[in-house]
């Protein structure tokens, strides 16, 4: 598996990024996949999760509301995030489980791409 995340990028408070993760071997397609986070000085921490059909979500509290998480059917998922507020300025990861069905536990998280950044200025 080989996850590449794009999309980063420096907006202003309120406004909107869609980040895109893609597995250019086509392999995750059976897997969930999630969406991270690391803002600087500060631990990952979990934003979103889709499970392999794209049926069932799960979020973060933080993001609840503004962020949408979803997967195409072929070998991309989504990360719409509207309302940026400057707490969400970090480096986006994405991530393919080694699960079908959504989880926030890094732990079950095998592949990740290498990240992007995203800065939400005041």
């Known amino acids: 598996v080989q996850l590449q995340a794009s999309g980063g990028g420096l907006v202003q408070t309120g406004n909107s990024l869609r980040l895109s993760c893609t597995d250019s071997r086509r392999t995750f397609s059976n897997n969930a996949v999630g969406w991270f986070r690391q803002a600087l000085g500060k631990e990952r921490e979990f934003v979103a999760s889709i499970n392999w059909r794209g049926g069932s979500t799960l979020y973060a509290d933080s993001v609840k509301g503004r962020f949408t998480i979803s997967r195409d059917n072929k070998n991309t998922v989504y990360l719409q995030m509207n309302s940026l507020k400057p707490e969400d300025t970090a480096i986006y990861y994405c991530?393919?489980?080694?699960?079908?069905?959504?989880?926030?536990?890094?732990?079950?998280?095998?592949?990740w791409g290498q990240g992007t950044q995203v800065t939400v200025s005041s």
């Open positions: 991530a393919s489980a080694l699960r079908s069905s959504e989880t926030s536990n890094v732990r079950e998280y095998r592949y």
